[in-house]
């Protein structure tokens, strides 16, 4: 059993930047991949990024490549997503989630195990 718990949301003006933390319970935390998804208002969750469990492979959706960073501390058994160059349309619940590792990165919710309670980011026009 894995708990996520996520923080640093927020309100922030377009251009900006942002950085999420999802804190894990469990003494196996590298031995799961994590990913960071979003939902907007109205519309489906979608994938965000992604990290394997010893955090040498990652993976991005499009519309945050070049502009949004996942991390990993495996010791703190924390996750991290860095959001810059923040715009409007980034405005969405974010949430941390994690599947057991594997040699292929998923991006598809069903995928994964765990998930949790979602931070709210804002980005202002």
């Known amino acids: 059993q894995v708990q996520l718990v996520e923080s640093g949301g927020g309100l922030v003006q377009a251009g900006g930047s942002l950085t999420l933390s999802c804190a894990a319970s469990?003494?196996?935390?590298?031995?799961?991949?994590m990913g960071w998804f979003r939902q907007a208002p109205g519309q489906a969750r979608e994938f965000v990024a992604v990290?394997?469990?010893?955090?040498?492979?990652?993976s991005y959706a499009n519309s945050v490549k070049g502009r949004f960073t996942i991390s990993r501390d495996n010791a703190e058994a924390m996750v991290y997503l860095q959001m810059d160059s923040l715009k409007p349309e980034d405005t969405a619940v974010y949430y941390c989630a994690a599947r057991p590792d594997s040699i292929v990165l998923s991006t598809r919710l069903a995928q994964y195990d765990y998930w949790g309670q979602g931070t709210q980011v804002t980005v202002s026009s």
């Open positions: 469990g003494r196996t935390f590298s031995m799961y991949a």
């Open positions: 990290i394997n469990g010893r955090a040498g492979i990652t």
